[in-house]
Every structure is written in structure tokens, then in C-alpha cells.
Antibody, heavy 123, light 110 residues
Framework: EVQLVESGGGLVEPGGSLRLSCVGSGFTFGTHTMNWVRQAPGKGLEWVSCIISTGARIYFADSVKGRFTISRDNAKNSLYLQMDSLRVEDTGFYYC????????????????WGRGTLVTVSS | QSVLTQPPSASGTPGQRVTISCSGSISNIGSETVNWYQQVPGTSPKLLIYSDYQRPSGVPDRFSASKSGTSASLAISGLQSEDEADYYCASWDDSLNGWVFGGGTKVTVL
């Protein structure tokens, strides 16, 4: 069974930092593109970042570019999101999701999702 | 304001057909495939439709989707109480070089 488990969320003050982790199991982690998608309380889904299987290519939403860093350790079946200079508007659930499709990232779909980890940015 | 535009709500009685629209532009829906996700309140999103109209195994054939030009739509036939959820369309955007989601449509079964 494919499983994704996020951790690392919590309460942080504006301007602070957090590092989220996601551990995958039940599949060959190192062959999949991985994504972070977030959801503010009571709001819709917002894609945050994507990293291809080898880590050679990464993409970010404009809203987090320059503040967030994505990385992965395929030996540990793990995905990370380093979040710096956090803002109140970064508050929400952060989901880790698996990308499936051809070698073209744009053709992918997110076929497995974790349960999310809550990040609260507040003073 | 989401890049992809969906109506905020839709509703129907059990057994009815409900349709949800998703409007984009040439840089996303007009040139890339569309995926649809279902999110039951309090749970994680679930892949419902991929590559414009394909259903993953396990998704009932009551769910169907189509695309034309820069718009896509999701249809739920034979609406059931368990279909009450939020539905999101998503597509890659070539100009933004990233994924974009619609704002979501809340489906209520009356």
C-alpha cells in the first residue's frame, strides 16, 4: 500500500523557519516526482513545489519562490520542504503528493496524498 | 484569485446529474491535460480524473469529464450522498511553469 506521511508542522512566528518532511513507503520512492500542495484553513488547494525523481529539476509557485527550498533523499525515501521567512499567509495544511506520468512533468497527476501537516504562522 | 475558474458551489438531489465547469487559458488547459481531485471534508484530496477524461481504477463510472479549448468539465451522474465533497480541477501552466488549481466547487446533495 502506498503511504505518504508528513511531519514537522507547528506554530512559528512571522519571519521564522520550519522544515517539513514526508516519508514514502509501499512504492519505489526514487522513481517518482514529488510535490508539496498546501491548503489554508477553509480555502482551496494551492500547489507549492515539485521536485523530479533525481532532484535535478525543481519548480516553485511564485508565492514561495526565494523563501522555500525543496529537496529529497531517495535513500531515505524522504521529501523535504525548508520554509524560511514565513508569513501569516503561509498558514495551512501542507500535503505531500506523488506524481505519476510520463517523463514530462506537465502530464503528471497526483495519485497519492499524505494526511498533511499543519503549519501555523502567527505572533 | 485562482488561475483556473470554477463555480463555488453546485447541488442536486440523489440520482440527478451535476456538472462542474473549469475555465482556464491557452497556457494551461488550452495546451496541457486536466486532472480532477475530490476532497471529502476532513480528508486528503483524492485523484478522480486524469489526462482530461481518464478514471483511475476504483473510481465509479458515474464520474466523467471532458475538455474543449480552454475549458473542462466534470459530470457526476446518478448523484449519491457520498459525492458530497469539494472538487478541484488542476493543470500545468506553461507560462507560470507550475501547477495551477481551480478554486474548488462544493457539491451538496440535497
Amino acid at each position: 500500500e502506498v503511504q505518504l506521511v508528513e511531519s514537522g508542522g507547528g506554530l512559528v512566528e512571522p519571519g521564522g523557519s520550519l522544515r517539513l518532511s514526508c516519508v514514502g513507503s509501499g512504492f519505489t520512492f526514487g522513481t517518482h516526482t514529488m510535490n508539496w500542495v498546501r491548503q489554508a484553513p477553509g480555502k482551496g488547494l494551492e500547489w507549492v513545489s515539485c521536485i523530479i525523481s533525481t532532484g535535478a529539476r525543481i519548480y516553485f509557485a511564485d508565492s514561495v519562490k526565494g523563501r522555500f527550498t525543496i529537496s529529497r533523499d531517495n535513500a531515505k525515501n524522504s521529501l523535504y520542504l525548508q520554509m524560511d521567512s514565513l508569513r501569516v499567509e503561509d498558514t495551512g495544511f501542507y500535503y505531500c503528493s506523488r506524481g505519476v506520468g510520463t517523463s514530462v512533468v506537465a502530464s503528471h497527476r497526483f495519485d497519492a496524498w499524505g494526511r498533511g501537516t499543519l503549519v501555523t504562522v502567527s505572533s | 484569485q485562482s488561475v483556473l475558474t470554477q463555480p463555488p458551489s453546485a447541488s442536486g438531489t440523489p440520482g440527478q446529474r451535476v456538472t462542474i465547469s473549469c475555465s482556464g487559458s491557452i497556457s494551461n488547459i488550452g495546451s496541457e491535460t486536466v486532472n480532477w481531485y475530490q476532497q471529502v471534508p476532513g480528508t486528503s484530496p483524492k485523484l478522480l480524473i486524469y489526462s482530461d477524461y481518464q478514471r483511475p481504477s476504483g473510481v465509479p463510472d458515474r464520474f466523467s469529464a471532458s475538455k474543449s479549448g480552454t475549458s473542462a468539465s466534470l459530470a457526476i451522474s446518478g448523484l449519491q450522498s457520498e459525492d458530497e465533497a469539494d472538487y478541484y480541477c488542476a493543470s500545468w501552466d506553461d507560462s507560470l511553469n507550475g501547477w495551477v488549481f481551480g478554486g474548488g466547487t462544493k457539491v451538496t446533495v440535497l
